[in-house]
């Protein structure tokens, strides 16, 4: 089988290139990249230097529902009459998405004054998340975890959000966001859906162990699996860490207030991501019980009566 074909998109972001991929053998595109018609024509090309018409592509498949990785999606699919497909827990934020946006600004605002984030800092981010040009309604098949798409797997992959995939076809893992080869996904933040999201994303991260092939990330170029994997347990167990240290410190706090002891000031986007990463490792030390919610609106911490604070290694292994 032909190699994977990656082809760089949405370059210029914050958080680095988008990677979308061409399996020309399966006339398969992962993760087009986000709307636009600059990268709309780099991934064309990319497509047929891979040795495979554009309006040949038969599967477009989608690690997760965020716009930098599904936004071309629909077009692509459009032009080839091909067929998308998702996980089900996010297939309606691309197949409803006007819909499933009003939903989901709702609920991340309900979300963030639970998490403690100030009244201002809420409506920062609502302006901050402007709508993408994507259509109202797109047609999306959605799939369980273990469903085969075009001679590959489709495995559930949550932590980054509750619906992320990977696939995996002819050696190849395609892993989205879930391992990103220089910096650490988020988890918190990435999708307000999700009650306990870091356990998930360790659980996943324990999963994608036992692939031995070649590994290709949604942003960046390949990397070895099981080093970035022990580095990302590790910032996750250090982060735990100072997370009930805080906690001690200030004999109880909000997420927010966390976030703030372990960030600084954050504005923009970062207010969602730091509240969140804060919320999530408090969420997983609490159901741990080396520390205790004492408060829900908004949500707050201190440590368990029966728990000196350290954090579990079981969270870890």
Do not use: Q
């Amino acid at each position: 089988m032909t190699e994977p074909h990656r082809i760089a998109v949405n370059e210029g972001s914050p958080e680095g290139s988008n990677s979308a991929y061409v399996l020309p053998d399966r006339g398969v595109v992962v993760d087009p990249g986000p709307p636009g018609d600059d990268d709309f024509e780099r991934l064309r090309a990319g497509i047929e230097a891979a040795g495979l018409a554009s309006t040949d592509v038969e599967h477009v498949v989608l690690t997760h529902w965020h716009a930098d990785h599904v936004g071309l999606a629909p077009r692509l699919a459009d032009a080839a009459d091909a067929t998308i497909h998702m996980h089900w827990r996010d297939a309606p934020l691309l197949a409803e998405y006007r819909e499933a946006r009003r939903r989901r600004t709702r609920r991340d605002a309900a979300v963030l004054a639970r998490w403690g984030v100030p009244a201002e800092r809420i409506e920062e981010v609502r302006k901050r998340d402007a709508p993408s040009a994507l259509p109202d309604r797109t047609p999306v098949v959605a799939h369980e975890g273990g469903d085969a798409v075009a001679g590959g797997e489709l495995l559930h992959t949550p932590g980054h959000t509750e619906g992320h995939l990977a696939f995996r076809c002819d050696g190849a893992l395609f892993v989205g966001d879930t391992v990103l080869p220089t910096y650490t996904p988020n988890v918190g933040g990435s999708d307000t859906r999700a009650e306990n999201p870091l356990p998930d994303y360790l659980r996943t991260l324990r999963r994608l162990l036992r692939h031995d092939g070649e590994c290709y990330p949604g942003h960046g170029e390949g990397l070895s699996l099981p080093e970035r994997v022990e580095t990302i347990r590790a910032h996750h167990r250090e982060r735990a860490e100072r997370v009930a240290e805080r906690v001690d410190g200030r004999g109880e706090g909000t997420p927010w207030e966390i976030a703030v002891d372990l960030f600084g000031e954050m504005r923009g986007v970062h207010v969602k991501f730091g509240a969140g990463e804060a919320a999530a490792h408090l969420r997983a030390l609490a159901a741990e019980s080396a520390v205790s919610r004492v408060g829900s609106d908004p949500e707050r911490y201190a440590l368990d009566g029966s728990s000196d604070g350290a954090v579990p290694a079981s969270l870890f292994e």
